[in-house]
């Protein structure tokens, strides 16, 4: 068998034996072997009968969601290739010319372009058109550098054993991301097709909520990505804290008539030490995003954990503190020197904040050394 034509149920009564019918007049009408699957989640409209009565096959998934229906149809799914779409009557099943054509042609992962291909009056609500697609789509891309312009259709197709080889786990709505962007880290050879989206047939509501899923959708974007959640904030509040505290160590700075002096400087130290936690957090997300198959391992990450060593991290933490230790050393026999006498707090809070600033980077990075070990950083380590 070459193609399944797959669609999740949950009470599509209105619309399922429309869209069987689009799919088997498709499939008989070109020439293919395949069949029309669907994958119903607990439907008590009598979706189930319609379907079978239209020629599906139809199997039963008792783990609720979108993502679950999907999955258990792509596992019970006959053909080699396998084209997804929703059973609401919002896709055109007698239209799959261009994804055939392009899994024939050697893509592994196919997705409808429903802003290319043109959206009906009354299709997609404004809300989701203007904002929720564009700026979900935007951050994929952003975050993964995939190819996709609308993460969120869901009218694809793909290479069955390559898409099972991506161990989709989501079983919400999310698991229209996940799809993209583990393709896209497995490096599948993608493509996208212009995609005509029509209202959809039903007169219930929809049951996608608009706020709920697009947190669940960023939600998971973000997880997938601890550079753009952790590291690179991470690194600008680090850098930001550091070069603040060095702009004042010397003095007050007066700009624009505005002083700023050693209270600054203590709002400076709690940014850099936030800003390495999360430059340190960043890479345990990513040690265990590798070590789980969660996330595939990365070059650079690769690299940065063939060279660790709890020896090494110790031996930087350790040189860190120490320079902060002696900026503390040297603030004491400054005071000593004065006969342990009141000082001007302007000038020894110049001193104790970068060294206690130091002090705690070098106790971060040595436990942060110890945690990676303990979660086996020698595992990365090139054979």
């Not at 409808?112 to 058109?129: E, K, S, T």
Request: charged fraction near 15%.
């Amino acid at each position: 068998m070459e193609f399944t034509i797959l669609m999740p149920c949950l009470n599509e009564a209105e619309t399922i034996s429309h869209c069987v019918t689009q799919a088997q007049r498709f499939l008989h009408g070109s020439g293919i072997e395949g069949e029309v699957l669907v994958a119903d989640n607990g439907s008590t409209d009598g979706s189930q009968d319609l379907a079978s009565q239209a020629g599906a096959r139809v199997i039963h998934v008792a783990e609720r969601g979108y993502g679950s229906a999907l999955r258990a149809g792509i596992a019970q799914a006959g053909g080699r290739y396998v084209i997804m779409g929703d059973a609401d009557a919002s896709y055109d099943f007698s239209s799959l010319g261009e994804f055939v054509t392009a899994l024939r042609a050697g893509h592994q992962l196919v997705i409808g372009n429903r802003f290319a291909g043109g959206i009906q009056a009354g299709a997609m609500p404004a809300l989701h058109r203007y904002l929720g697609n564009p700026v979900l789509s935007f951050v994929g891309r952003l975050f993964f550098r995939s190819p996709i312009r609308d993460f969120h259709c869901g009218l694809r197709g793909f290479e069955r054993a390559a898409v099972l080889g991506l161990r989709l786990a989501a079983p919400g709505m999310e698991f229209a991301s996940e799809m993209v962007v583990k393709a896209t880290l497995a490096k599948l050879r993608i493509a996208e097709v212009p995609t005509k989206l029509w209202p959809d047939g039903r007169s219930r509501a929809p049951h996608l909520r608009s706020w709920r899923d697009g947190w669940r959708h960023l939600r998971f974007l973000l997880l997938m990505s601890p550079r753009w959640l952790l590291l690179y904030p991470g690194l600008t509040l680090a850098v930001l804290g550091l070069v603040l505290q060095g702009v004042i160590w010397s003095g007050p700075v007066i700009i624009g008539g505005v002083g700023f002096d050693i209270h600054t400087m203590l709002y400076a130290s709690a940014m850099s030490i936030l800003g390495l936690q999360l430059v340190i957090f960043s890479l345990l997300a990513r040690a265990v995003g590798s070590l789980t198959g969660l996330l595939p391992a990365s070059p650079w990450f690769q690299k940065l954990m063939s060279s660790f060593s709890l020896e090494r991290g110790i031996v930087l933490g350790l040189l860190v503190a120490l320079i902060g230790l002696g900026l503390s050393i040297y603030s004491v026999l400054t005071w000593m020197g004065t006969g342990l006498s009141a000082l001007d707090p302007t000038q020894m809070m110049r001193l104790a904040i970068p060294a206690t600033t130091l002090m705690l980077f070098g106790a971060e990075i040595v436990f942060a050394s110890f945690i990676l070990s303990f979660m086996g950083a020698a595992s990365f380590r090139a054979s």
